[in-house]
T-cell receptor
Framework: GAGVSQSPSNKVTEKGKDVELRCDPISGHTALYWYRQSLGQGLEFLIYFQGNSAPDKSGLPSDRFSAERTGGSVSTLTIQRTQQEDSAVYLC?????????????FGEGSRLTVL | AQKVTQAQTEISVVEKEDVTLDCVYETRDTTYYLFWYKQPPSGELVFLIRRNSFDEQNEISGRYSWNFQKSTSSFNFTITASQVVDSAVYFCALYSGNTPLVFGKGTRLSVIA
């Protein structure tokens, strides 16, 4: 596609439910990132994929968070047993293989609200 | 450890005023890149500029200019003659090749007509 696509754009869920957030990167981008943006906070790194592998999972806040990427394209971020503190905007970004430039292309985010 | 500090949480200016957004970074790497991103109300971060650690030459792009000073570990961003469309959250970020892009907490700029 023309840009990074994320779905759903908005998700309201009850505490304890599982949610899945989807990211469709720009075609040809092999690197994919998930960030979380909480109210009043900066962008918190969650996980990074190069192809289908995740060399850096250091940012996942707990074992309730997991992510996968299949076919070197679409990625899914799953949050199990959601808590109110998980409420945030989850941003996905992708980049060209030459990741050393650090330039990321972001989607519009998925806003998660946990009641 | 990599760290980016944007001390200004919110700034309000009147249209046509100049405004400078501050960014201070920390890294032990000698090769790194600094970025500014803009996040308009729509939510999508937009890339503005990238500078590498070996190029301290200041850059100007239209009403935007950037002042990179390694001596003070700063990479400040100035908007000249601000406009309402400049209202957004601006993020400074750091990349050194060993870790993902590290962002500051952002500065919310409001330009009032």
């Amino acid at each position: 596609g023309a840009g990074v696509s994320q779905s759903p754009s908005n998700k309201v869920t009850e505490k304890g439910k599982d949610v899945e957030l989807r990211c469709d990167p720009i075609s040809g981008h092999t690197a994919l990132y998930w960030y979380r943006q909480s109210l009043g906070q900066g962008l918190e790194f969650l996980i990074y994929f190069q192809g289908n592998s995740a060399p850096d999972k250091s940012g996942l806040p707990s074992d309730r968070f997991s992510a996968e990427r299949t076919g070197g394209s679409v990625s899914t971020l799953t949050i199990q047993r959601t808590q109110q503190e998980d409420s945030a905007v989850y941003l996905c970004a992708s980049s060209f293989p030459a990741v050393n430039t650090g330039e990321l292309f972001f989607g519009e985010g998925s806003r998660l609200t946990v009641l | 450890a990599q760290k980016v500090t944007q001390a200004q949480t919110e700034i309000s200016v009147v249209e046509k005023e100049d405004v400078t957004l501050d960014c201070v970074y920390e890294t032990r790497d000698t090769t790194y890149y600094l970025f500014w991103y803009k996040q308009p109300p729509s939510g999508e971060l937009v890339f503005l500029i990238r500078r590498n650690s070996f190029d301290e030459q200041n850059e100007i792009s239209g009403r935007y200019s950037w002042n990179f000073q390694k001596s003070t570990s700063s990479f400040n961003f100035t908007i000249t003659a601000s406009q309402v469309v400049d209202s957004a959250v601006y993020f400074c970020a750091l990349y050194s090749g060993n870790t993902p892009l590290v962002f500051g907490k952002g500065t919310r700029l409001s330009v009032i007509a």
